[in-house]
C-alpha cells in the first residue's frame, strides 16, 4: 500500500521584497527549512519550485507535527498552511474545497468566503470566476453563508504551474530575513526575561548568534545556570543552532565587591562583561554584541550608564528592546516560548550583587578610573580561558518542547 504524503505550503515573508537578491535568501531559507527538519528527525523534504515553498512528509500524525514544530520555529517565512494538492480540473479543485467546506460545517462556522490565486493564467477561468464558481457549490452542499469582509472561515486556492493547493487554515510564523543572511553576533545572555527576547529578535533580522553566560558559583546556583542553558535550547531552534559560552566570574565579582565603591558595583560589574563579551566576539568572529537593554528600566540602563559599559567594547552594541516597555517584551517571551523558563526563582549574578543605591548618571571618565583601579585585566582573561562551551541544536529545544 502506498503511503500516504502530507503537503504544507509555506508562504515567504519579507525576502520576496528583495529584488535582485532575492535568490540569496530564498537559497538560505532553503537551507535553514532542510536542516532545522534533518536536525529533529523528521522525514519531511523541501521543495521549492517557482518562489513557493512547500514540505511534504509522510501522513502520520508524528511526522505532520514535526513538520507543524519545525516551520513555527523557522524565520523568515509568514505563515505555512497543510494544504490539499489537486489536479488542475475542476472537479478535483471542487472536490477539495467541499472537503474544507465540510470542516467549516462540523467546526459549526457559518459564514465563509473563497481567496483564489491564479498563477497559471493558462487556466480557464480566472480568479473571480474560479471563487464564483467554488463558493456556489458550497452554498448547495451546506447551509452556510458568504460573507466576504469578516468570514469566518476562508477556503484558499491556488492554481500553480503544476498543481492546484487547497487550504482553509493557516498558521503564522516568525516573519523577518533567513538566520544567516546577515553577520554573527554575541548575545549577552541572563536568565532574566529580556535577553532571550532580544536574541530572537536580532535572529529574525538574519543574524546568526553564540551567546555569553556570567556565572558566579556558589552565589549564583547550579540551577541558574541550567535556567540558561535552558532558554539557549529554546532559542537554538530558531537559530538553527546556539553555542553557549560559560565565563566564571565569581573572581572577578569579588575583586569588585571588595575594591568598588557600592554605588558604582553593578556598573563595575557590567563594564567587566562587556570587556571579556568583547574578547569572546573577537575570538568567535563574531560583528556585534547583542544585549537585552531596555532605556530606563533598571539603574545599568540609563542613557549616561549605558554609554560607560559601550565604551569598554570595540565592537557595535546593538540593543532591540530599547524603546520597548517590559510588557511588549514579556508578550514576545511568550509567543517564543522563554516567558515561563525566565521567571523561574533562581537569581543570577547581577541581581544578587546589586547595590541599594547605584548610581544612575556615572561619567565615563570617574567610571574608567575606579575601573582601573579594581585592576581586573589578568582576572578577565582566566575567566575566558576557563569557559565551558555547551553546543546546542534544534533538537534540544524540540526535547524541551515535548517534555
Not at 89 to 103: C, N, P, R, Y
Not at 132 to 147: Q, R
Not at 170 to 180: C, D, F, I, Q, T
Request: aromatic share 8%.
Amino acid at each position: 500500500m502506498e503511503e500516504s504524503v502530507t503537503t504544507y505550503l509555506i508562504k515567504l515573508g519579507e525576502l520576496t521584497l528583495k529584488g535582485g537578491n532575492r535568490k540569496t535568501f530564498e537559497k538560505q531559507l532553503f537551507f535553514n527549512a532542510k536542516k532545522i527538519l534533518r536536525e529533529i528527525d523528521c522525514r519531511g523534504q523541501v521543495i521549492s519550485d517557482y518562489g513557493r515553498f512547500f514540505v511534504e512528509c509522510p501522513g502520520d500524525p508524528a511526522e505532520e507535527k514535526k513538520v507543524e514544530w519545525a516551520l513555527d520555529k523557522l524565520i523568515g517565512i509568514t505563515g505555512f498552511a497543510k494544504a490539499a494538492v489537486t489536479e488542475k480540473q475542476t472537479d478535483s479543485i471542487k472536490k477539495a474545497v467541499l472537503e474544507q467546506a465540510g470542516k467549516f460545517h462540523n467546526f459549526g462556522i457559518k459564514t465563509f468566503k473563497i481567496e483564489t490565486r491564479r498563477s497559471d493564467k493558462k487556466f480557464p477561468l480566472n480568479s473571480y470566476e474560479i471563487s464564483g464558481e467554488m463558493g456556489e457549490a458550497v452554498l448547495k452542499e451546506f447551509p452556510l453563508k458568504v460573507d466576504v469582509k469578516k468570514p469566518e472561515g476562508i477556503i484558499n486556492i491556488e492554481i500553480r504551474e503544476e498543481k492546484a493547493f487547497v487550504y482553509s487554515h493557516e498558521s503564522r510564523s516568525n516573519r523577518g530575513l533567513p538566520v544567516g543572511t546577515a553577520s554573527k553576533g554575541l548575545l549577552l545572555l541572563s536568565g532574566g526575561i529580556d535577553s532571550p527576547v532580544a536574541g530572537y529578535r536580532m535572529l529574525t533580522r538574519g543574524m546568526k548568534l553564540d551567546g555569553i553566560y556570567f556565572h558566579s558559583y556558589p552565589y549564583t546556583s547550579d540551577e541558574a545556570k541550567q535556567k540558561v542553558i535552558d532558554l539557549a535550547a529554546i532559542l537554538a531552534p530558531y537559530g538553527l543552532g546556539f553555542n553557549l559560552n560559560i565565563i566564571p566570574f565569581t573572581q572577578v565579582q569579588m575583586m569588585i565587591k571588595k575594591s568598588a565603591p557600592e554605588a558604582y558595583s553593578t556598573l563595575m560589574l557590567r563594564m567587566a562583561m562587556m570587556k571579556t563579551a568583547n574578547l569572546l566576539a573577537g575570538f568567535l568572529g563574531a560583528s556585534a554584541l547583542v544585549t537585552g537593554e531596555s532605556l530606563g528600566q533598571v539603574a545599568s540602563q540609563t542613557i549616561e550608564n549605558m554609554t560607560v559599559t559601550e565604551s569598554c567594547a570595540e565592537f557595535p552594541v546593538l540593543r532591540p528592546l530599547i524603546g520597548l516597555d517590559k510588557q511588549e517584551i514579556i508578550n514576545t517571551a511568550c509567543k517564543i516560548g522563554t516567558y515561563e523558563t525566565s521567571i523561574l526563582p533562581y537569581e543570577d549574578c547581577c541581581v544578587l550583587f546589586s547595590p541599594k543605591h547605584p548610581v544612575l548618571k556615572a561619567s565615563k571618565e570617574e567610571a574608567h578610573k575606579i575601573f582601573e583601579n579594581i585592576g581586573l585585566g589578568q582576572e578577565l582573561e582566566k575567566a575566558f580561558d576557563e569557559r565551558e562551551i555547551i553546543r546546542l541544536t534544534p533538537k534540544d529545544g524540540f526535547n524541551i518542547s515535548f517534555s
